[in-house]
């Protein structure tokens, strides 16, 4: 493949061992904690080391300084300006800074606006806030298969009322991989009146991103995921309007010392991640960005028509919408089985080493992989053949 800048980029299983990956599996779930190149590790590393050669030079002569620079080229990267960049552990935290600061608003006139694809630990956040302040949260029913982006907009317009206080919307659904429609659902969400929360934790460096340009009130994504970053680097960036009043999960010294100040500092903790997001995101480009999101995105299109293909599945979204994650149907043992999904990835991993999760959403059972720079077709022409094979085909 020639990249963009003319490079000679070959993607695939020769680029495995840039990552701790085990050789004998057959590495299928990015989606669920990514995974971090060893490049990365030895910078994430040597940023412990330089913090225990001296702790206090590090936490009060360099700290915030390498935080900010880390925000710097993060906003490049992800089109935002850097001022409005708070970091946060994970995409759970960032969800949590925004529905704790707007809480004391929650009564029983503020309705929360999710669905039914809406990622678990969001939902729980939801429901614990109504639990405690009395808001509701409807939860609209998104459906899969579907073929057209404006079917999801269709939806959100009909369930969008004068109570909706706050939409959050997924990016990237954790449940079928669809890229939704996000630019036109924040047009929407904003011209019925009511505030989004962009819940994009596969995005960065998933697809190409340009968060100032789609208008959101906050956009939550996480870097250890699909840009490489060790785990526990995530960031919340929050539209100039409303950073007075978003506050971190943790409050601590900076409290209204300003936005990104009070995300800066929530405790001590090890700030390792965050540091080493810089050399993540030189790896991203060092495998040409736009051409790694575009090869894997195709890579993922191409694969799920081959196993959809050898066990004759219909195809349940377009192309167009799928990421560099694909899900198709699971059809066979425990297919509706409660606590099935946690058995079949064992036992199919146990059989095959494949490491893949199984999902159940919309009443049935799915199977969902991914397309990463070290994957291959070889990958998904196993997967088709092992999956074959599991359910007696
Ligand atoms: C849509 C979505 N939101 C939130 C999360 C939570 O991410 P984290 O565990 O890093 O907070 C995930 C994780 O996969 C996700 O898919």
């Not at 369930?159 to 954790?174: N, Q």
Request: hydrophobic share 40%.
């Amino acid at each position: 493949m020639v990249s963009s800048f003319g490079l000679i980029m070959n993607y695939g299983k020769e680029l495995k061992n840039l990552w701790l990956l085990r050789e004998d599996v057959v590495f299928l779930n990015h989606g669920s904690f990514g995974a971090t190149p060893i490049s990365v590790l030895k910078s994430a590393q040597e940023v412990q080391e330089r913090m225990e050669s001296q702790p206090i030079e590090f936490f009060l002569d360099h700290y915030f300084l390498d935080l900010r620079k880390s925000a710097g080229r993060l906003a490049n990267f992800i089109g935002a300006d850097s001022d409005g960049i708070g970091f946060v552990d994970n995409a759970t935290s960032g969800v949590n800074a925004v529905l704790r600061s707007l809480s004391h608003k929650m009564n029983s006139n503020y309705e929360i606006l999710i669905t039914t694809q809406t990622y678990p630990a969001v939902k729980a956040i939801c429901y614990y806030l109504r639990d405690t302040f009395g808001c509701t949260v409807k939860e609209i029913d998104l459906p899969f298969p579907c073929h057209d982006p404006q079917e999801i907009i269709d939806i959100y317009r009909n369930s969008i009322s004068d109570k909706t206080k706050l939409v959050i919307i997924d990016h990237v659904f954790y449940t079928s991989g669809v890229v939704a429609p996000v630019k036109d659902l924040i047009d929407l969400i904003k011209s019925k009146g009511s505030l989004v929360l962009v819940d994009g934790a596969h995005a960065p460096g998933m697809i190409p991103l340009n968060i100032e340009s789609l208008g959101a009130d906050w956009y939550t994504g996480n870097c250890h995921k699909w840009l490489f970053a060790p785990k526990g680097c995530a960031f919340l960036w929050t539209a100039l309007e409303h950073r007075a009043y978003t506050k971190p999960p943790v409050i601590s010294f900076n409290l209204n010392q300003g936005y990104y100040k009070e995300f800066d500092w929530t405790g001590t903790r090890n700030p390792s991640p965050y540091i080493a997001l810089r050399p993540a995101i030189e790896f991203h480009k060092s495998l040409d960005s736009a051409n790694l999101m575009a090869r894997n995105h195709h890579l993922a299109v191409d694969a799920r028509r081959l196993v959809a293909g050898k066990l004759g599945l219909e195809l349940p979204c377009s192309d167009d919408m799928v990421s560099t994650l694909a899900t198709l149907p699971f059809t066979g043992k425990y297919e509706q089985a409660p606590d099935s999904a946690y058995k079949l990835r064992k036992e199919f991993y146990g059989k095959y080493k494949i490491e893949m999760p199984f999902i159940e959403f919309n009443s049935r059972m799915w199977f969902r992989f991914s397309a990463q720079a070290y994957n291959d077709m070889s990958d998904y022409e196993y997967l088709a053949n092992s999956m074959k094979e599991f359910i007696g085909m």
